[in-house]
């Protein structure tokens, strides 16, 4: 079985451009989880999706940022008129339904902001 | 307020030495435990993971931790450890009625041969 599917790795992006970070789930897994990691800090909670629903976005900035997780096709984040503050490494999770189950993460998507 | 703690930002060791990695959390709920590794430039891969049960979880690569309830802590130790052992080490918890797993800052374990 794959794991979670995140691409691409590296993103370079100007300031003021759009940045779209990809993530496919494992199969069968219907909860989608975004982190944020910062150099030299732990792992920060975005938003949490299921199929076509957002469940918990209060990690997410209010603005330039969005994530979706349609019925058919990979989760996005998208991060709109990036700023160097937004240079991080992005990982996307997932879970089988039902409570208290690991997530499974990928190996991350490392946007750079120049 | 719920949240996760590592103690330890840093922790040298020599190889086949023993090593602990210390974790509390804060939580007025039920709460269920894991702990990660990160190997450089990827993702986070499952150690271990409390839900219920036997307070001592063995994991894979011959760690283990200890789920101690009256000192809301879950500490992450290994006998003897190994040049591979080399990497970062997140403790994180999810709380009853939230979906979402929350991370402690993360521990550098660093093998010196």
């Known amino acids: 079985n794959a794991g979670v599917m995140q691409n691409p790795r590296h993103l370079v992006r100007r300031r003021g451009q759009e940045a779209r970070l990809r993530c496919s789930p494992v199969?069968?897994?219907?909860?989608v989880y975004w982190y944020r990691q910062l150099p030299e800090e732990g792992l920060k909670f975005m938003v949490y999706?299921?199929?076509?629903?957002?469940?918990?976005e209060s990690g997410m900035p209010k603005e330039r940022f969005s994530a979706e997780f349609p019925k058919e096709g990979p989760s996005i984040l998208r991060i709109q008129q990036v700023v160097r503050g937004d240079s991080a490494a992005y990982f996307c999770a997932s879970s089988p339904p039902g409570g208290y189950s690991p997530l499974h993460f990928g190996n991350g998507t490392r946007l750079t902001v120049t | 307020a719920q949240s996760v703690t590592q103690l330890d930002s840093q922790v040298p060791v020599f190889e086949e030495a023993p090593v602990e990695l210390r974790c509390n959390y804060s939580?007025?709920?039920?709460?269920?435990l894991f702990w990660y590794v990160q190997y450089p430039n990827q993702g986070l891969q499952l150690l271990l993971k409390y839900l219920s049960g036997s307070t001592l979880v063995k994991g894979i690569n011959g760690f283990e931790a200890e789920f101690n309830k009256s000192q809301t802590s879950f500490h992450l130790r290994k006998p003897s450890v190994h040049i591979s052992d080399t990497a970062e080490y997140f403790c994180?918890?999810?709380?009853?009625?939230?979906?979402?797993?929350?991370f402690g800052q993360g521990t550098r374990l660093t093998i010196n041969p």
């Open positions: 939580s007025s709920v039920s709460v269920y």
């Open positions: 199969k069968g897994h219907s909860h």
């Open positions: 994180a918890a999810g709380f009853q009625g939230a979906q979402k797993l929350v």
């Open positions: 999706l299921q199929k076509e629903n957002i469940i918990d």
